[in-house]
């Protein structure tokens, strides 16, 4: 964006050059002496929702910060200052680093997921029969809500449940399994159902990069003798390179701060706790809210530090594809 | 974009708008008009936090609030509010001064905080001429809640299932259990399982906890455990329990795919007999019952028998407080808060309806208990003895396996069903995690 909304110009002019006069303001007759409360308005605007937001988001982040280094349990009046033990503990403990290996498996799940969200995309951004149904059936798993997901899934692959019948009907019963008892494939299920709920999202990114391309480049493509192949590997897939990098990139911080669909599906027992499942469990199981807060303050710094890369690779302007 | 000055006015203007809206949160708390009479006569309004939604629902305590009216006409209102997930909900709001007149008192309130956030009721020594299972909520020689009912802890059972697989005896030790637990499996009466673990909504899973004391017939098990580096043995109370969970998990005993259970459908599954036996306190026979009948079975299937260790040829059972009712000591209706504790203790039929025993040394035994209650000899856990209050807790935080904490048993039934550890590589972590704790604790 090159230029600010043409609303606001006038005001952040009125704002910064008070002391030129302005023959085309306001004809309500306001004169110089007035002029000072309308450099307030701006202000008075922000003032509600900045307000909000420092009540409501930074209050409990500063709250978090410093929970994080005391020994509170959630309730006691006296909150004990430990400094930095509750740091080491997110790091040292077993159990605690168990969590990031099975973030792993969801990972390899945003991989698969970006695989399958290209194919979809390029497949889609050419003429197919149908094209906007099979856009709106890819789409809606991720219009539905993550709890709803996991209810859905927990009936579909519970024993005897909808996977197993059909996998029954079509003579496949050796395939049958535990989909989340067996603890060998459990978390490839989770992971699978998380694929299912974003592949959606990730698809619609690359579809849109993709339409933006100019379509004269395709034409001179054609011209040349480039078949599908070429198209995609020389024209799609460097001109949507920053999206795809967007996609990695949520992928791995997303990966991290998986939450609904295993705690409703297994509520992490059975080796698929996550991060966020042990945050939780950490702080309303176990009522150690000082550590638990600790654990939350990393994920924070982690998710900022993969935003920061994000940034340093993939320039704001590179994405904007206009 | 704006100069430096207007910046920290903005700043400034924010900060207000920050400080009244905290005044005007924290003002609306303190709006209470409730107050008792100067002479304690219950009179003006109480609020009452319950977890007993589905008694909310159902209409149970609107009774209750009109009798209480009845009695102290003085009274103009009793609130009460069922609180979903009580816990959780509770706990946080006692971080604010508005939690109700009466409440009960959660579990994770240690018994140092009780001052902090309860009224004392009374000294212990004094009410115990009255009441039962006061040791739990009490600090100091005071006490700070009254259970509302007593439950006793056993195995929960369809009677039915049972005899259709020929077994008319309670099981007299673990291996008889288990073995039982075979023939209903091998006469495939119970569909579904003979014997539930619940593993998915694993608080169910600490319900197992209640054997303890009952298998030793020592109430003074739990004061022992921190005297020895090697709780988990094969005759010890801890031992039978969690050794009983991973042998019926690895004989196949329990549900198919544990990851997939759900508590809800399993009261009906239990009820009609897909499910033949769990391990619950008996708090949960009105609930499975009232599921049976729902189902269309006979409510009269559901049935209790005692641990299955006979010590000098007797059962045992373990008795406790269930929730203990307690005041919030930022109350401003004290006396009324009080006579409502005591009205629901003495009065209200609460614990009978429950199928519980009554706090109240001479209470009555419900009918439904009343043939368990015959066969067992009832104990009740001594508490710790002087300055050793919390030395369990400490113990079992400091090892890592935080028995309150289900976590570490289902690790058990993932290990038995996959073979990756043995009872006895189990007992030896555990027994090795709780001697450290134990140094760490300086016990």
Same mark, same amino acid.
């Given at each position: 964006?090159?230029?600010?909304?043409?609303?606001?110009?006038?005001?952040?002019?009125?704002?910064?050059?008070?002391?030129?006069?302005?023959? /085309?303001?306001?004809?309500?007759?306001?004169?110089?002496?007035?002029?000072?409360?309308?450099?307030?308005? *701006?202000?008075?605007?922000?003032?509600?929702?900045? $307000?909000?937001?420092?009540?409501?988001?930074?209050?409990?982040?500063?709250?978090?910060?410093? &929970?994080?280094?005391?020994?509170?349990?959630?309730?006691?009046?006296?909150?004990?200052?430990?400094?930095?033990?509750?740091?080491?503990?997110?790091?040292?403990?077993?159990?605690?680093?168990?969590?990031?290996?099975?973030?792993?498996?969801?990972?390899?799940?945003?991989?698969?997921?970006?695989?399958?969200?290209?194919?979809?995309?390029?497949?889609?951004?050419?003429?197919?029969?149908?094209?906007?149904?099979?856009?709106?059936?890819?789409?809606?798993?991720?219009?539905?809500?993550?709890?709803?997901?996991?209810?859905?899934?927990?009936?579909?692959?519970?024993? %005897?449940?909808?996977?197993?019948?059909?996998?029954?009907?079509?003579?496949?019963?050796?395939?049958?399994?535990?989909?989340?008892?067996?603890?060998?494939?459990?978390?490839?299920?989770?992971?699978?159902?998380?694929?299912?709920?974003?592949?959606?999202?990730?698809?619609?990114?690359?579809?849109?990069?993709?339409?933006?391309?100019? #379509?004269?480049? &395709?034409?001179?493509?054609?011209?040349?003798?480039?078949?599908?192949?070429?198209?995609?590997?020389?024209?799609?897939?460097?001109?949507?390179? @920053?999206?795809?990098?967007?996609?990695?990139?949520?992928?791995?911080?997303?990966?991290?701060?998986?939450?609904?669909?295993?705690?409703?599906?297994?509520?992490?027992?059975?080796?698929?706790?996550?991060?966020?499942?042990?945050?939780?469990?950490?702080?309303?199981?176990?009522?150690?809210?000082?550590?638990?807060?600790?654990?939350?303050?990393?994920?924070?710094?982690?998710?900022?530090?993969?935003?920061?890369?994000?940034?340093?690779?993939?320039?704001?302007?590179?994405?904007?594809?206009? | 974009?704006?100069?430096?000055?207007?910046?920290?006015?903005?700043?400034?203007?924010?900060?207000?708008?920050?400080?009244?809206?905290?005044?005007?949160?924290?003002?609306?708390?303190?709006?209470?008009?409730?107050? $008792?009479?100067?002479?304690?006569? @219950?009179?003006?309004?109480? #609020?009452?936090?319950?977890?007993?939604?589905?008694?909310?629902?159902?209409?149970?305590?609107?009774?209750?609030?009109?009798?209480?009216?009845?009695?102290?006409?003085?009274?103009?209102?009793?609130?009460?509010?069922?609180?979903?997930? &009580?816990?959780?909900?509770?706990? /946080?709001?006692?971080?604010?001064?508005?939690?109700?007149?009466?409440?009960?008192? *959660?579990? #994770?309130?240690?018994?140092?905080?009780? *001052?902090?956030?309860?009224?004392?009721?009374?000294?212990?020594?004094?009410?115990?001429?009255?009441?039962?299972?006061?040791?739990?909520?009490?600090?100091?020689?005071?006490?700070?809640?009254?259970?509302?009912?007593?439950?006793?802890?056993?195995?929960?059972?369809?009677?039915?299932?049972?005899?259709?697989?020929?077994?008319?005896?309670?099981?007299?030790?673990?291996?008889?259990?288990?073995?039982?637990?075979?023939?209903?499996?091998?006469?495939?009466?119970?569909?579904?399982? @003979?014997?539930?673990?619940?593993?998915?909504?694993?608080?169910?899973?600490?319900?197992?906890?209640?054997?303890?004391?009952?298998?030793?017939?020592?109430?003074?098990?739990?004061?022992?455990?921190?005297?020895?580096?090697?709780?988990?043995?094969?005759?010890?109370?801890?031992?039978?329990?969690? %050794?009983?969970?991973?042998? =019926?998990?690895?004989?196949?005993?329990?549900?198919?795919?544990?990851?997939?259970?759900?508590?809800?459908?399993?009261?009906?599954?239990?009820?009609?007999?897909?499910?033949?036996?769990?391990?619950?306190?008996?708090?949960?026979?009105?609930?499975?019952? =009232?599921?049976?009948?729902?189902?269309?079975?006979?409510?009269?299937?559901?049935?209790?028998?005692?641990?299955?260790?006979?010590?000098?040829?007797?059962?045992?059972?373990?008795?406790?407080?269930?929730?203990?009712?307690?005041?919030?000591?930022?109350?401003?209706?004290?006396?009324?808060?009080?006579?409502?504790?005591?009205?629901?203790?003495?009065?209200?039929?609460?614990?009978?309806?429950?199928?519980?025993?009554?706090?109240?040394?001479?209470?009555?035994?419900?009918?439904?208990?009343?043939?368990?209650?015959?066969?067992?000899?009832?104990?009740?856990?001594? *508490?710790?003895?002087?300055?050793?209050?919390?030395?369990?807790?400490?113990?079992?935080?400091?090892?890592?396996?935080?028995?309150?904490?289900?976590?570490?048993?289902?690790?058990?039934?993932?290990?038995?069903?996959?073979?990756?550890?043995?009872?006895?590589?189990?007992?030896?972590?555990?027994?090795?995690?709780?001697?450290?704790?134990?140094?760490? =604790?300086?016990?």
């Amino acid at each position: 964006m090159t230029s600010a909304p043409t609303g606001l110009g006038p005001m952040i002019a009125a704002a910064s050059e008070p002391d030129v006069a302005r023959p /085309t303001r306001t004809p309500g007759g306001a004169g110089r002496r007035s002029a000072w409360y309308r450099r307030l308005t *701006p202000y008075l605007f922000l003032l509600v929702p900045v $307000g909000l937001l420092l009540l409501l988001t930074y209050t409990p982040v500063v709250n978090m910060f410093w &929970y994080s280094v005391t020994d509170w349990d959630g309730l006691d009046k006296h909150k004990a200052f430990v400094g930095l033990d509750n740091y080491v503990e997110v790091f040292t403990d077993p159990d605690n680093l168990r969590v990031f290996y099975v973030s792993l498996y969801y990972v390899v799940g945003s991989l698969v997921q970006m695989a399958l969200a290209l194919y979809f995309a390029t497949i889609l951004s050419f003429k197919v029969r149908f094209k906007n149904m099979w856009k709106g059936i890819l789409f809606f798993p991720y219009l539905i809500n993550g709890v709803a997901i996991g209810l859905i899934f927990l009936n579909f692959l519970k024993p %005897g449940g909808g996977l197993d019948t059909v996998l029954m009907k079509t003579g496949l019963e050796s395939l049958v399994h535990q989909w989340t008892g067996d603890p060998d494939i459990a978390n490839y299920s989770l992971a699978a159902v998380s694929v299912w709920r974003y592949t959606g999202l990730t698809f619609v990114m690359f579809l849109g990069a993709i339409q933006s391309i100019n #379509s004269e480049i &395709y034409e001179a493509a054609a011209l040349d003798g480039a078949n599908r192949w070429h198209e995609f590997w020389s024209i799609i897939l460097p001109s949507i390179r @920053p999206i795809v990098g967007l996609a990695f990139i949520l992928g791995i911080s997303g990966s991290l701060s998986v939450f609904e669909i295993p705690f409703v599906m297994t509520n992490g027992a059975n080796g698929t706790e996550t991060f966020v499942i042990r945050t939780v469990w950490m702080a309303f199981q176990r009522n150690t809210v000082g550590l638990a807060s600790a654990m939350a303050v990393v994920l924070l710094v982690f998710v900022l530090l993969v935003t920061w890369i994000q940034r340093r690779l993939v320039p704001e302007e590179e994405v904007d594809l206009t | 974009m704006f100069p430096q000055k207007r910046r920290l006015l903005a700043l400034a203007a924010a900060g207000t708008v920050l400080a009244l809206t905290a005044a005007c949160s924290g003002g609306s708390g303190s709006g209470d008009d409730s107050s $008792g009479n100067a002479d304690g006569t @219950p009179s003006g309004k109480i #609020s009452v936090l319950t977890w007993r939604t589905d008694l909310v629902e159902d209409g149970t305590f609107d009774t209750y609030v009109t009798e209480f009216k009845k009695k102290y006409p003085e009274v103009t209102d009793v609130k009460v509010e069922g609180v979903k997930d &009580y816990e959780g909900t509770v706990k /946080t709001r006692m971080n604010t001064d508005d939690y109700g007149d009466v409440l009960a008192i *959660p579990g #994770s309130v240690t018994p140092d905080q009780l *001052p902090d956030f309860f009224e004392p009721l009374g000294d212990q020594a004094e009410m115990e001429k009255d009441y039962r299972w006061l040791n739990d909520k009490s600090f100091d020689g005071k006490s700070y809640g009254i259970p509302v009912v007593g439950n006793v802890q056993g195995i929960l059972y369809n009677k039915r299932v049972w005899e259709e697989a020929g077994i008319t005896e309670f099981p007299t030790t673990p291996q008889e259990f288990l073995d039982d637990l075979q023939t209903i499996k091998d006469k495939g009466v119970a569909k579904v399982a @003979p014997l539930y673990t619940n593993y998915k909504d694993s608080w169910a899973l600490s319900q197992w906890d209640g054997w303890r004391g009952a298998v030793t017939a020592d109430p003074d098990a739990l004061n022992e455990m921190t005297q020895t580096d090697t709780p988990w043995t094969p005759d010890s109370d801890y031992g039978v329990i969690d %050794g009983t969970i991973y042998d =019926a998990v690895k004989q196949g005993l329990t549900e198919a795919d544990p990851t997939t259970t759900d508590w809800e459908g399993s009261k009906r599954q239990i009820g009609v007999g897909d499910i033949a036996t769990m391990a619950l306190g008996s708090w949960a026979i009105p609930q499975m019952a =009232a599921a049976a009948k729902d189902a269309g079975a006979d409510p009269a299937d559901i049935a209790y028998m005692p641990v299955p260790v006979q010590v000098d040829g007797k059962f045992h059972t373990v008795a406790g407080g269930d929730y203990n009712l307690g005041i919030n000591v930022h109350s401003k209706n004290k006396a009324t808060a009080r006579a409502w504790i005591d009205w629901f203790n003495h009065d209200s039929g609460y614990s009978e309806s429950q199928v519980g025993l009554s706090p109240l040394i001479d209470g009555a035994v419900p009918a439904a208990l009343e043939s368990f209650m015959s066969q067992v000899e009832m104990i009740t856990m001594n *508490p710790a003895p002087a300055g050793k209050e919390s030395l369990f807790a400490d113990i079992d935080t400091a090892s890592g396996i935080v028995t309150t904490d289900p976590k570490y048993r289902l690790q058990i039934i993932d290990d038995a069903r996959s073979g990756a550890r043995t009872k006895e590589q189990i007992f030896d972590d555990l027994n090795g995690k709780w001697a450290e704790g134990r140094a760490d =604790a300086g016990a």
